[in-house]
């Protein structure tokens, strides 16, 4: 690791709940759905656009809360999805920003020598 602990960085900034929530074609299917109205949407309405069950689709939008794409409001016996924009921008901004401290640290060559690892491993 290098003295801006790149390495850490990334580690820190990269949410296995997240690439999860956003690895699943269904689940990219609804972001693109909520994105396309412009407004929070049922999961009855949501589930009318894909052909998935309803249940299915309620699965895949308490995943995305989990993970922090979708936040759920619940107004009388109806509960409401909306993407959270900002948060999730950041931490897709967040990603991005890790990843090129760690490649410019690989390309100054200040990350880590391989070399010398190879040599001290030699010597014991």
Do not use: W
């Amino acid at each position: 690791m290098n003295n801006n602990g790149s390495v850490g960085d990334i580690g820190a900034v990269l949410s296995h709940q997240l690439f999860r929530a956003l690895g699943d074609p269904t689940r990219v299917r609804l972001l693109d759905l909520l994105a396309e109205r412009c407004r929070a949407c049922s999961v009855s309405e949501l589930a009318e656009c894909l052909d998935v069950d309803l249940s299915v689709v309620s699965r895949h939008l308490a995943l995305l809360r989990a993970a922090g794409v979708l936040r759920a409001t619940k107004t009388g016996r109806t509960v409401l999805y909306e993407i959270q924009f900002d948060p999730l921008a950041e931490t897709l901004r967040g990603i991005a920003d890790a990843l090129e401290r760690a490649r410019d640290d690989f390309d100054s060559g200040s990350f880590c020598s391989p070399s010398t690892d190879i040599e001290k491993e030699g010597t014991t």
